[in-house]
């Protein structure tokens, strides 16, 4: 009954192919079945490494009972958020609007017409701390829907009604300015978390952009306390049990302020995001610890993410078996000090217990810790602690191991790549290069394919059904830019080019707003549009980096245009609400500076080209190669001779270019403080 869903692309899907449910994929079919047996559309919205999606799927969608009802009374039709994220923002905005609050799974009830007119999110077996059970849900929307159905058709015209009226105008005149910024930095030093870094309360995530912004705002302004907001951020991160400290690697979030017990799902996009952050530390601070946790970030994005076609997988699950054979939260990562001995002895595991912040009581339940440094046992022998690593590593192996949703997402993979692209030629690793550029070919060849658009997800190298949504374009193309300036390839700049050409045709609306989907994309009920970042960059933010960053490379004043109205948002955004619009402020910070367009005429991977790539001017962009073709690869470096024959480096801003130098310690000089001319 359930084959519909064993023919999609989706682990998530999949997941649900044998539930005694008759789901459909989300699909104008479902919607005409709806409408032949004038029932009600019964939506539900999850992902693979979801823990509550698992538990509702458990006790509800695999009960027989329970499934018998849903069958009788609605079309059910299940959808992955990742696949298919422009339904998930317009019915997530939908049900945050009347309850106040969103999350997954979601539970929606739809009229034929795809209008939403009943809500929530988990709905538990039985009736408990007020939520009615899941049953009493369907047996009250269906009593509705037969008796009241005028009541149900004016509800759902309203919320609509409502919906259509939040539609975003453009954002405010002009391009944010120092008095925008100044504010939003003001705006994160209020919200601050002095005693444990980060930002707010808990539940703390990673935040990833805002931290890119102020490393960006320190290296233009020289802003000491923007740095140290940076730094004190990622020094926490990095010790705490948010970072796994034997494989590497970030989880989701942390459920305290301190960082120490996570939510321990990892995405790629939070460990591709993090990635780069702590390159881009170190490349401001010279940091060894912002170094080692951009290396072993990379090298588990690599070694548990990587698929079969060199693309990365989206998620590994919070989930896997215990030594009960249990599926629990955290199983695969935690520690009791009885398992610390029976790996380690008695000694190295009073060691390992003091290093890693494990105690008897336990930080997590049921008498577990996770591992974290909480620094309070002195000096460490180092090669010990390598040492007791590797075996608790090595022994943690043999454990279950975390489901993976092995799906690859366009924009995340975008954000791999430059992650992997950057990381490998801050620290001479071109084997992370050559991940980042297989990466970027899979994109290419599976996600472009022969129709020219972008797809939003492929599995096993086949292409799903769902279009790229703008933050597949703008993540991609920032990928390919990052690529192009590490390897010199002048093709990963046109692919770039052809994106964001997409993007100002399909994505653009007046006065520089940008839509989630395409112009030409299956209509919903609303148009998404959504420019603040949330757990990365908005599409928004995306394509208005990813097109600053073109039009510096190419001189493309359509693309600089573009990207200067669609940051009109963050002038009206970043004062107001900086952590959520913290990608939006760092590409912000690129046009305040500029930004910098370096042209290297002499070898790719040489020192002049080294020293361009490790600048911290914002957004600076890097164009490197030598001889007559170089320049129809790179606009950039169109009569750039070399200087007495030796490698030469230009560097220019806001159409001023300043004296070539031949040496490496002026070029840098150019690209550290803030800019002058």
Known sequence: MAHRLAQTTSPYLLQHADNPVDWWPWSPEAFEEARRRDVPVLLSVGYASCHWCHVMAHESFEDDATAAYMNEHFVSVKVDREERPDVDAVYMEAVQAATG?????????LTADGEPFYFGTYFPPEARHG??????VLEGVAAAWKDRRDEVAEVAGRIVADLAGRSLVHGGDGVPGESEV???????TREYDEQHGGFGGAPKFPPSMAVEFLLRHYARTGSEGALQMAADTCAAMARGGIYDQ????FARYSVDREWIVPHFEKMLYDNALLCRVYAHLWRATGSDEARRIALETADFM????????????SALDADSEDADGR?????YYVWTPAQLREVLGEDDAAFAAAYYGVTEDGTFEEGASVLRLPGDAGPMDADRVADVRARLLAAREQRPRPGRDDKVVAAWNGLAVAALAETGAYFDRPDLVERATEAADLLVRVHLGEVARLTRTSKDGRAGDNAGVLEDYGDVAEGFLALAAVTGEGAWLEFAGFLLDIVLEQFTGEGGQLYDTAHDAEQLIRRPQDPTDSATPSGWTAAAG?????AAYTGSEPHRTAAEGALGVVKALGPRVPRFVGWGLAVAEALLDGPREVAVAGPVGGELHRTALLGRAPGAVVAAGEGPGAGAEFPLLVDRPLVGGQPTAYVCRHFVCSAPTTNAGELAAALAGPAGG
């Open 302 to 313: 690599v070694r548990e993410l990587r698929t079969a076609e060199g693309g990365f997988a």
């Open 246 to 249: 034997l494989g590497g690697g």
């Open 131 to 136: 939520s009615p059970s899941f049953r009493q």
């Open 546 to 550: 990813a097109l600053l960053s073109y």
């Open 327 to 331: 599926h629990v939260e955290g199983a």
């Open 182 to 188: 100044a504010q939003a930095l003001l705006g994160l």
């Open 101 to 109: 609050h969103g999350g997954w799974p979601m539970t929606v009830f």
